[in-house]
T-cell receptor
Framework: DSGVTQTPKHLITATGQRVTLRCSPR?????VYWYQQSLDQGLQFLIQ???????AKGNILERFSAQQFPDLHSELNLSSLELGDSALYFC??????????????FGEGSRLTVL | KNQVEQSPQSLIILEGKNCTLQ??????????LRWYKQDTGRGPVSLTI?????NTKSNGRYTATLDADTKQSSLHITASQLSDSASYIC??????????????FGKGTKLSVKP
């Protein structure tokens, strides 16, 4: 158990819909990362937050947005869903920013299926 | 451009045999290099983290090496077990800011261990 909790574990929805994925980082970790992993593909970095502030952005679509709340949990919002958005979405947390990422702990992912 | 390349893409070995996975990187400035194991459909789990000054690090039957001069790393698995079947991901952390949240991911090597 990494200590990172992601909900829901599985989600099936239709094209055009909007979903919210939730991540609770490990206790004490201030940094949260979101990654997308399509079938048999590598992990694609989406966005990073540190203590409530956006710190880095990857290839995140404009239809996607995220935020980190004062209690440090984070949410990834996916809207106007397309078939190609079907993937595993991972959240990871780490404790150190300061120019380098500390030990990264991943959640078990949220599997999104868009029909 | 910061990149991490892994080889081979996939590998099949017999149970009990050893294998070595390769990782070449062009990341600057370098902070550390990590190897993760990702079981199918699960979140990645850290195996080792090595800084610039570390040449070798072991975690049970997993031994990672780092040559910072040639910017190469390898992950050696000894006496493979069926449970070693997974994807192995090399991740290099860049010091300072970066567009990927300081972490550059390789695409992974998919290892299959057959009885």
């Amino acid at each position: 158990d990494s200590g990172v909790t992601q909900t829901p574990k599985h989600l099936i929805t239709a094209t055009g819909q909007r979903v919210t994925l939730r991540c609770s980082p490990r206790s004490g970790d201030l940094s949260v990362y979101w990654y997308q992993q399509s079938l048999d593909q590598g992990l694609q970095f989406l966005i990073q937050y540190y203590n409530g502030e956006e710190r880095a952005k990857g290839n995140i679509l404009e239809r996607f947005s995220a935020q980190q709340f004062p209690d440090l949990h984070s949410e990834l919002n996916l809207s106007s869903l397309e078939l190609g958005d079907s993937a595993l979405y991972f959240c990871a947390s780490s404790v150190v920013l300061a120019g380098r990422a500390g030990e990264l702990f991943f959640g078990e992912g949220s599997r999104l299926t868009v029909l | 451009k910061n990149q991490v390349e892994q080889s081979p893409q996939s590998l099949i070995i017999l149970e009990g045999k050893n294998c070595t996975l390769q990782c070449n990187y062009t990341v600057s400035p370098f902070s550390n290099l990590r190897w993760y194991k990702q079981d199918t459909g699960r979140g990645p789990v850290s195996l080792t983290i090595m800084t610039f000054s570390e040449n070798t690090k072991s975690n049970g039957r997993y031994t990672a090496t780092l040559d910072a001069d040639t910017k190469q790393s390898s992950l050696h698995i000894t006496a493979s077990q069926l449970s070693d079947s997974a994807s192995y991901i090399c991740v290099v952390s860049a010091a300072g800011g970066g567009s990927q949240g300081n972490l550059i991911f390789g695409k992974g090597t998919k290892l299959s261990v057959k009885p």
